[in-house]
């Protein structure tokens, strides 16, 4: 199966950039997704990147994508103490017909210090 | 607004009862998932539903069941809660197929004494 891997922890200033970086193995993902938890909460869809584009900028978001490597980072570009959370890297499965199925990765904590 | 809702928020029960956590959503969204996700680990997928039709996961343990009585309604039945199942519960929908995105719901924390 599908294995997604992400750094554990991450801690920046705030101001600073964040970089956030996830491998996957399965190269058939269509679309990959990001997604936000904060604590005690369900997730929050960020941004997402289609396998045929390589950047996607988002506002403050910027998802580059290296299909050869299968590696997705996400970018955040002047972090915010607003922005502490685990973020979780998503790549999508089809089930072949009319669904999908995202496989998470492990979540990176990012911790923004003011 | 639009939205997944899932009740009770938290909910304790005792080893071996039976316990069912609800879903509901505005969306008429196709499909509903259940995610488990146990503490500092990745949401992990257990089943879903497109329309009426169930699909489980492979390592999906038997003691997990779910069922939709109708489009707006998921229900997922633990039927003999053992502590290893303790976890945060989150149910998703969407309208099916790739590029459609997962809507989550606010989960339900599960406790089992």
């Known amino acids: 199966g599908e294995d997604v891997e992400q750094s554990l922890f991450l801690s920046v200033r705030e101001g600073d950039s964040s970089v956030i970086n996830c491998t996957y193995t399965d190269s058939s993902s269509t679309y990959l997704y990001w997604y936000k938890q904060e604590p005690g909460a369900g997730l929050q869809l960020l941004t997402y990147?289609?396998?045929?584009?390589d950047m996607k900028q988002d506002q403050r978001l910027t998802v580059l994508l290296n299909k050869k490597d299968k590696h997705l980072s996400l970018r955040i570009a002047d972090t915010q103490t607003g922005d502490s959370a685990i973020y979780f890297c998503?790549?999508?499965?089809?089930?072949?017909?009319?669904?999908?199925?995202?496989?998470f990765g492990t979540g990176t904590l990012l911790a923004v210090q003011p | 607004d639009a939205m997944v809702i899932q009740n009770p928020r938290y909910q304790v029960t005792q080893f071996g009862k039976p316990v069912t956590l609800s879903c509901s959503q505005t969306?008429?969204?196709?499909?509903m998932y259940w995610y488990q996700q146990k503490s500092s680990q990745a949401p992990k997928l257990l089943f879903h539903?497109?329309?009426?039709?169930?699909?489980n996961e492979a390592d999906t343990p038997d003691n997990f069941q779910s069922r939709r009585p109708n489009t707006s309604f998921c229900f997922l039945d633990i039927r003999s809660p053992g502590l290893g199942d303790a976890a945060m519960y989150l149910c998703?929908?969407?309208?099916?197929?790739?590029?459609?995105?997962?809507?989550f719901g606010p989960g339900t924390r599960l406790t089992v004494l």
């Open positions: 990147i289609f396998s045929n584009m």
């Open positions: 969306l008429n969204h196709n499909v």
């Open positions: 998503a790549p999508e499965q089809s089930y072949g017909g009319a669904t999908n199925k995202l496989i």
């Open positions: 998703a929908t969407s309208m099916g197929g790739p590029r459609y995105e997962q809507f």
């Open positions: 539903y497109y329309d009426k039709d169930f699909n």
